[in-house]
């Protein structure tokens, strides 16, 4: 006699009895009639070169935009400090209390830079940073002394400084163009220990024979764009004239102001003086209400102030012989330029 199933429930009820025969009876170890999806890297997964390290004491934190601050301990006990990007990808490696592991510094610097004359003058490397176009080594000389190396995106020296010594002169005639070292203002130094190239300009940092600090701003023709000592007793200690810090704010007769008072009396848009104090060295008040105009095309000169990479100018003002006008240097630091007689650039002060 054949029975029919009539109804709906039994026949989904059949189906489902045969599917499940038929899985209990395939073998464990059969094919996949689909190739299984390729793994996928965990987005917590370590670069390869740090996770080798298999470094003790883990810690892992994530900062804003997925970048991951690593820290740990590798079996020789040295302490390493890592930012690891979103991507995986090594930004920073430093250690403590000892060198960089060498398969850190592999991963992170180009083997043509670590091939360059000047990485032989380091005896330990201790840091290596990664930027866009650029990476920058830190360590020790012989005899301790810190050095710093900085390479770009071609893996070009354009940067070195020796934190106690002098720049050895394989690397300055590495880092300079004949027109630059053969310059006169060049042969003020007495040694240098900084140089760095940024954006055609190069500022070299040193000491003259006295043991003065100097700095120079010097195009690739060997003209100076920017010039100060540090015994000058208008500004303050190095780093104190071309870069940020308390630069010394005075200028030859007293505080020196953006309003135009002050003791120096100083003149403002050729509208005399205004003083709440004594003159100093300021106009008397015999002088005439106008300065005298200045002896050069100030449209033309500040044209190559702004090709030298400042900007914001103010008004330009006469002082003497010389000519002051305020702007911002390429770092974007507000500064007062001083002018001579012909427009040149002779020295430049913070605001």
Known sequence: MTV?????????????GLGGTALAQAPADAPATQAAPAAQASPDALPEALAALDL??????????GFREVEGRTADDVK??????????????EAEDGALPQSLIEAM?????????????????????????????????QGGDEIKARFDGR???????????????????????????????LSQFDRLDEIQLRRGVFMVEGEDSAGEDMRAAVDAEGRVMRFGRADDDRRGPRGDDMRGGPRGHEMRGGEHRRDGHGP??????????????????GPGRGMPDRAA?????????????????????GFLRADGPRSLIEATNPQGEAVTLELDPTGELVRETAR
């Open 4 to 16: 029919r199933l009539t109804t709906s429930a039994a026949i989904l009820a059949l189906i489902a």
């Open 56 to 65: 003790q004491g883990l810690e892992i934190e994530t900062r804003r935009g």
């Open 80 to 93: 390493i400090e890592a930012t690891v990007g979103p991507r995986g990808e090594l930004f920073e490696a």
């Open 109 to 141: 610097l180009p083997e043509a830079a670590r091939q360059h004359e000047a990485m032989a003058l380091f005896t330990r490397i201790d840091e290596v940073k990664r930027r866009p176009e650029q990476v920058e080594v830190k360590g020790d000389a």
């Open 155 to 185: 893996n070009a020296l354009v940067g070195f400084e020796a934190d106690d010594g002098a720049i050895p002169d394989t690397v300055i005639a590495a880092l300079l163009p004949p027109a630059v070292r053969d310059s006169q203002i």
């Open 264 to 281: 120096r009396g100083e003149w403002r848009e050729g509208k005399g003086p205004g003083g709440d104090g004594p003159r100093g060295d």
């Open 293 to 313: 105009a200045p002896a050069f095309d100030p449209v033309a000169v500040q044209q190559r102030l702004a090709d030298a990479g400042y900007g914001q100018f």
